[in-house]
């Protein structure tokens, strides 16, 4: 699944440590545009630490006349006075978890930001009513400026602001003035309650704003790419517990399958990192065909056509519903590497996840594998939201050790896969002991290409998150690491479906691979030779009608 153009600067494999050199270089020169920046942090003194709480809501609008009631959630976006790093980095956001079928909500979710300067702040807070089947419905927002920021600064304690219905759903608010009318009762103004304080001076440069936490992680499930990729997760119990995997005992065949009911459900994850991320770590996407700067900075009709379908993507791959699972653990610990265990079902099947790292900590990822075919356009761009810059992404899997005890290079070692080793899948429930499992984690991403000589501060940043667990980064040009990933791929041929996640139908448009890029050159270079689909020639002939008319007057009708 590696790809194979020229490497950037620094050639490294974290298992052996050695950095490459000038020949580096030189071909770091032959690289596209993108990939690692080296542009700095900027400049400036510590910052403060800051608790923001999103305590409740009360009176809030009626999205949903059905259940005469609204399934509301904060959505926040908190910016400074600080100089961005770059124009196009994200703005620093954060949402709460959906309280279902309620008008007066209590969250008491916390959030805390680190380095916030001493001039202050401005947070605009969102509050949505959910809707999986269509857009989310605005029912109010709140804004709250704050000037001046030191250690005795009083705060905010649970101060009732008031939502603004300017920026409501009117169709919410006629629904809110039908109940206080004809049940009487109630108020028409909605207000969110919320606290900010300040808990000390953060000990890092300035220069940034990044959250520390908690760790805060969801589980999406979507049941129509579930049903197209074959995916099957746990199944739920009468109370809408996820019941836990059972295997197979039979010791003649390895193939172990989950007893009882099984949904086919197609499982996306997210889980909240402690910050900072390394600053060194920012990757810019890699230009390496004319059409991606567009796609990313929304310029020209194809460009924003690009951009608006991996957004889509995006989000109905992270889709937030009524099957959504929300948890939180307050500090990185055991128990959030168990919780990121759970999530990539330990060391069962075989799995290889796709996954990218944002700027500030947040991991997304799914199950991919080289069955996992992408139409059309990237994963990573799609796992980030088409984001311009992030600090990782790539893929990795996860083994047990035979042996935790001894370190996972031990001549006499022995993992899940490729070798059958008790006490675990496929024939027992997995072992809830961070100690022994390994996560191999590559950088095989053709979209950002993140430069293996950092992968020391990739080491470090996660060993600090995910406690007990043993790391490995390999490059995705490893000879080893193709070799672990075609023996994932026969331990999941024998304990699970195979299955095919196309991301995007049809045949129209050029494939973006992040594991073989070559093979995106190629299918880009034949695009003339193949019939196009309706939405590129619908795009063509908005973008250069000159050229399809002339084709249509030489004969040559496919557009």
Known sequence: ??????????????????????????????QPPGGLSHTPIPNAEPGYTLRITFVRATNLPIADLSSLSSDPFVYAEFKT???????????????????????NPEWNTAWVLANVPSSGFSMKARILDEDPMDHDDRLGSVCIDVDHLDESWAG??????????????????????????????????GELILSVEVLGRTKDKGGRVYTIGPNYWSKHYSPLIGKLTGT???????????ERFKYSQSLDNASSHLVGT??????????????????????????FKPFVEPMF??????????NRVLRCQHSRIYSYDGQTEYGCVLEPTRDLTLKFLEMVHFDQGGRIFTYVLTLDGLLRFTETGKEFGIDL???????????????????????????PEKGPQSPDQETHPPHKVEGGPPMEEPLRDPTHYELIIDNDSGTYRPNKSLFPLLTSFLTKNLPGLKILTLPCDAPELSKMKEEQSERKKAEGDRRTFVAYGGSSGSSISSSAVEELEARTEDRETKKRGRLERG?????????????????????
């Open 539 to 559: 795009v063509r002939v908005l973008e250069e009608p000159g050229a399809v008319a002339n084709e249509w007057v030489r004969g040559r009708r496919e557009i």
């Open 232 to 242: 099957k997760e746990p199944g739920k119990d009468g109370n809408g517990r996820v």
């Open 377 to 403: 356009l990237s994963k990573h761009t799609m796992h980030s939201a088409v984001a311009a810059y992030i600090a990782w992404s790539g893929e990795f899997f996860v083994r047990r050790l035979k042996k």
């Open 156 to 189: 905010i304690q649970e101060e009732a602001f008031k939502i603004r219905k300017r920026s409501g759903s009117k169709r919410a608010y006629i629904g809110r003035r039908c109940v206080v009318t004809f049940r009487g009762g109630g108020k028409m103004s």
């Open 81 to 103: 006075s600080l100089p961005m790093r770059n124009k196009e980095d994200p703005i620093l956001s954060f949402r709460t978890p959906t309280i279902r079928r309620n008008v």
């Open 297 to 306: 900075l929304r310029t020209g009709l194809r460009g924003r056509i690009l």
């Open 1 to 30: 699944m590696a790809h194979t153009e020229p490497q950037e600067n620094g050639a490294m494999r974290e298992s052996n440590g050695q950095y490459g050199g000038h020949n580096e270089r030189k071909e770091e020169e032959k």
């Open 262 to 287: 099984n949904y086919r459900f197609f499982q996306a994850n997210q889980i909240q990192l402690t910050g900072p991320v390394p600053g060194e770590m920012y990757h810019r996407y890699v230009e």
